[in-house]
């Protein structure tokens, strides 16, 4: 049959996609595939290598094709020598198969995988399949992407551009990938439920990361997990704030098995505005500093806002960044965690929604050594620095208040949580690993014993201790309170949060101190005046300086009235770069002086302290190679430097440096004198032939209050005894002991325990017509008190299919309360004794959804979804959903038809039983 040759133009308007006997799928048997298409005299063309069938490639179909290896299908039709369908793309893959390609023929069995472990571990994951005509590269180009399941449930195929992604990990065989959905391409938006409740299921671009430095390419010493960015991306999700969701894939590249990769967002414009509200258009999305989405006109804003308290927290999420900080001092990433390097931040180019920073690139986490710091390291676009030199009380304060919340007591960041996410990632993956360390760990040695290893040298050398180093640390740089924040007890036993009953009595321990407390959700310290931190030397600061060459009399660095007129006079950083790194911090250029000749600079620093009062001290100091540093004559730190400080002597070791380190030398407190005062440095170089040399410091305090009505927050109540709590609350509270305030202890209790004891027994969702069209007004929920003791609603909240937040209200055991859409329309057709409280926002769908209800300390009652299709007589006809055993009945089986019925009343029987 004598085919056209030339172009062919695909026509939407008459467009009839070639119809497959077989979808994609898993096969472990061989079949014959039929291709057909309902167009007459359209002629049909496959491909088998990832290339777009055409008239003059690919294979012209007669009849059917076996199929009996993993195989990608590629098919169009051409019609009437000028039109052509759109390509349909399919695969079928057979994990027998897959096990035995030829990238997949090392030793399995001396590397812990038999035949069946690999099927088994590519069974264990849904599978990508990319068909492209052309290999992958950082230029993006069309692919087609397949989502297939190996349980047979509905996936997706559609064309979109795919381009490799990242930095050094480029040079690795297994690259990272972006897929972004296009009009050029296909569809502009992926509709899919990738990620399950609670996530978006639409998407303009997805990332198939690689594992890059977290997979078994790379070996500082430690070697990859896989899991690390999953891990942190899970930990800002439950803080609170948006993180991009994954899940971890098998990869196929035309038919071969490209490995194991973890399918996720990417916190872009798109991404914003899929959980905040709004259009793409309405955001900026950075990535390392440099706009990926809208451009740097709010950055930059923001950035101006960096001296104004009140107007910077306008502009960035304030309690987003304090967290995100908090993520990276506890992974302790200090290799490539910079401020142009590994970090992400979205915001809104108007309010409401400022910028958000979201942990990305996270392969070097929990990774460094238990006392990795990065307290030291400038943060994204030296943001953190900045903040830290203004020592602002009300962030400083926040962060610490939000290190308590995550590092201490049953804190998201603590060792059992910590272990018990690790441990959930890692049953996760375990059943899959062995397929990624076949494919490419066979050069690396890297085998699934050495994924466990691993997994378990993080848990015991890092995870079990770090949160208590990170506090240390915070400590250390006046970040966080000396004194202890309060612990919650009850009946003796700690309990940060969660139910408590009648007879149960609240403790705030704390062995000093006074605690003070308020249950109406205010902070129990009001922040006064003499909370803020005031610099006494400034980076800028003017100073002397000397590079000796020979003895200088101890003086120098005791003596305010020395004779230094003939050193050198200037101001800001001190120091020298043969290459650049160095220049945003060097003031006073010494390299003609000290490079070939001499280690040692001296530098005196006189500055005024007003008036002497109780106060933290702190020094940061900027440092290559070394420094002792001393306060009026006596010395008060040192770093880089163990000797005796002699003028000819030099640094320990050559140490470059990222910032500004901060010291807490509060013990030397009682140094300064009112008046005038002298900083002395003596720095040090590691050699004369050194590239390289740098000296700074800065001096601040911060004021310790005196305690008194004035700071005290007039609702908050000093704790004396232990405390009965008369409804469900937020308690706060923190210890004041001797004009210094700890961290704020925060914890919701519940009084009764509505986990057990509250139950959703009856739903009106889709109301009869009470004036001839559905009145959506006479919806209804009911809920039972089926425990044996009261249980306080107050805070407690739907938050999905309606929301509504109950009030103070307590239901005694055995009795209802109704949440009517409108009390006003529900009493003209209800006579009920129980509680009727409304309105809520939002309206049940009458098609069925997903209903969540949570306590006031955010753990679930009831998460299920109810259907329109289990009784039709509920469904707009008058009857209701009603449990049939609210007592007896698993709750976690409330999404299932079985455990509901319809009433048998009209209308329902909302505030007593069916």
């Not at 960096?306 to 990433?333: E, K, P, V, W």
């Not at 996760?428 to 062995?434: E, K, P, Q, T, V």
């Not at 923190?734 to 325990?753: H, I, K, M, P």
Request: glycine share 8%; aromatic share 10%.
């Amino acid at each position: 049959m004598a085919l056209a040759t030339g172009a062919y133009v695909h026509a939407q308007d008459i467009d009839c996609p070639v119809e497959a006997s077989q979808a994609s799928s898993f096969r472990s048997d061989p079949f014959l595939l039929t291709l057909s298409c309902s167009l007459p005299y359209a002629h049909v063309h496959y491909t088998v290598d990832g290339h777009e069938p055409g008239p003059n490639r690919g294979t012209l179909y007669v009849g059917p094709i076996t199929i009996e290896v993993t195989s990608v299908i590629r098919a169009r039709a051409f019609y009437a020598n000028q039109w052509s369908t759109s390509i349909q793309t399919l695969t079928y893959l057979f994990v027998a198969d897959v096990a035995t390609q030829s990238t997949m023929l090392g030793n399995q069995a001396g590397r812990g995988n038999t035949q069946k472990d690999v099927e088994d571990a590519l069974l264990a994951l849904p599978s990508v399949s990319i068909a492209t005509p052309i290999a992958i590269s950082q230029i993006e180009g069309r692919i087609s992407a397949e989502m297939i399941w190996p349980d047979g449930r509905p996936g997706f195929q559609l064309d979109c551009g795919a381009e490799y992604f990242g930095g050094h990990s480029l040079g690795y065989p297994k690259k990272s990938m972006r897929l972004s959905f296009k009009a050029m391409y296909g569809p502009t938006r992926l509709h899919y439920d990738l990620f399950g409740k609670h996530a978006a299921d639409s998407f303009d671009q997805l990332l198939l990361r690689s594992g890059s430095h977290d997979g078994v390419f790379y070996d500082n010493g430690t070697k990859g997990i896989f899991i690390r960015n999953r891990w942190i991306c899970d930990r800002q999700l439950d803080m609170g704030h948006p993180a991009p969701h994954g899940i971890f894939v098998h990869v196929y590249i035309n038919a071969v098995y490209w490995g194991q990769y973890h399918l996720m967002e990417r916190p872009n414009a798109a991404f914003m505005a899929s959980y905040l509200g709004g259009d793409k258009e309405d955001y900026d999305a950075l990535n390392k500093g440099t706009p990926i989405d809208g451009d740097l006109e709010a950055w930059n804003e923001m950035k101006t806002s960096l001296g104004n308290y009140t107007d910077l927290q306008q502009h960035m999420d304030m309690t987003n960044f304090a967290d995100y900080l908090i993520l990276q001092f506890y992974g302790g990433n200090n290799w490539d965690w910079r401020a142009s390097q590994n970090w992400m931040a979205a915001g809104a180019k108007q309010n409401p929604h400022a910028f958000k920073f979201f942990a990305w690139d996270s392969d070097m986490i929990l990774r460094r050594g238990l006392y990795a710091s990065v307290l030291d390291k400038p943060g994204p676009h030296n943001l953190w620095r900045d903040l830290k030199s203004q020592a602002n009380p009300a962030f400083l304060r926040l962060l610490a208040d939000r290190a308590q919340q995550h590092l201490q007591n049953d804190g998201v960041l603590t060792p059992v949580r910590v272990t018990a996410q690790f441990e959930q990632l890692r049953d996760r993956m375990a059943a899959s690993i062995g397929a990624e360390t076949l494919r490419w760990g066979q050069n690396t040695g890297y085998s699934v014993n050495t994924w466990y290893e691993q997994l378990e040298r993080v848990r015991t050398e890092i995870i079990e201790d770090r949160s208590e180093v990170v506090v240390d640390q915070m400590r250390s740089a006046g970040l966080f309170p000396l004194v202890d924040a309060p612990t919650f007890m009850v009946n003796g036993q700690p309990q940060s949060s969660g139910p408590v009953y009648a007879e149960d009595r609240l403790v705030l321990d704390s062995p000093v101190g006074t605690v003070y407390y308020t249950l109406d959700g205010a902070d129990p310290q009001v922040l006064a005046q003499g909370d803020s931190g005031t610099t006494l030397v400034k980076q800028d600061h003017a100073k002397t300086v000397l590079i000796p060459t020979g003895p200088v009399v101890a003086s120098w660095k005791e003596n305010l009235d020395f004779d230094d007129s003939a050193w050198i006079a200037g101001t800001g950083g001190i120091g020298y770069d043969t290459g650049s790194a160095y220049d945003p911090w060097i003031n006073m250029d010494v390299q003609s002086q000290m490079r070939g000749q001499t280690n040692s600079c001296y530098a005196r620093i006189p500055f005024v302290l007003a008036k002497k009062h109780k106060i933290r001290l702190f020094l940061d100091l900027l440092v290559d190679d070394g420094v002792v540093a001393y306060l009026n004559g006596v010395e008060v730190a040192r770093s880089g430097f163990t000797g005796t400080p002699t003028w000819g002597a030099h640094a320990d070791s050559a140490l470059e440096t990222s910032g500004f380190t901060t010291i807490d030398i509060t013990f030397a407190a009682d140094l300064l004198r009112e008046g005038n005062n002298l900083l002395a440095l003596h720095g040090l170089n590691a050699s004369t032939s050194s590239s390289d040399f740098l000296l700074n410091a800065t001096l601040w305090i911060q004021s310790m209050a005196r305690g008194g009505d004035d700071i005290v927050t007039p609702t908050a109540r000093a704790y004396t005894e232990p405390i009965t709590l008369p409804y469900s609350t937020q308690v706060k509270a923190r210890v004041l002991e001797e004009g210094q305030w700890s961290a704020l202890s925060e914890g919701f209790f519940t009084v009764g325990d509505a986990v057990e004891s509250l139950r959703i027994t009856e739903i009106m969702y889709h109301p009869r017509s009470q004036t001839g069209w559905d009145d959506p007004n006479a919806e209804y929920v009911e809920l039972l008190n089926i425990g044996s003791d009261p249980v306080n609603l107050n805070h407690m909240a739907f938050v999905d299919g309606i929301q509504f937040t109950f009030p103070n209200i307590t239901v005694l055991p055995g009795d209802y309360i109704v949440l009517a859409k409108d009390p006003d329309v529900f009493s003209e057709h209800h006579v009920c004794d129980c509680p009727v409280l409304g309105p809520y926002n939002g309206v049940l769908k009458n098609s069925g959804e997903t209903l969540e209800l949570r306590t006031g300390d955010n753990r679930t009652i009831h998460a299920f979804e109810y259907d329109d299709t289990w009784y039709s007589s509920t469904d707009g006809l008058g009857y209701s959903l009603v449990v049939l055993d609210p007592t007896g009945g698993d709750p976690s089986q409330w999404g299932h038809k079985t455990q509901w019925s319809p009433s048998f009343v009209l209308d329902g029987t909302p505030g007593r039983p069916y």
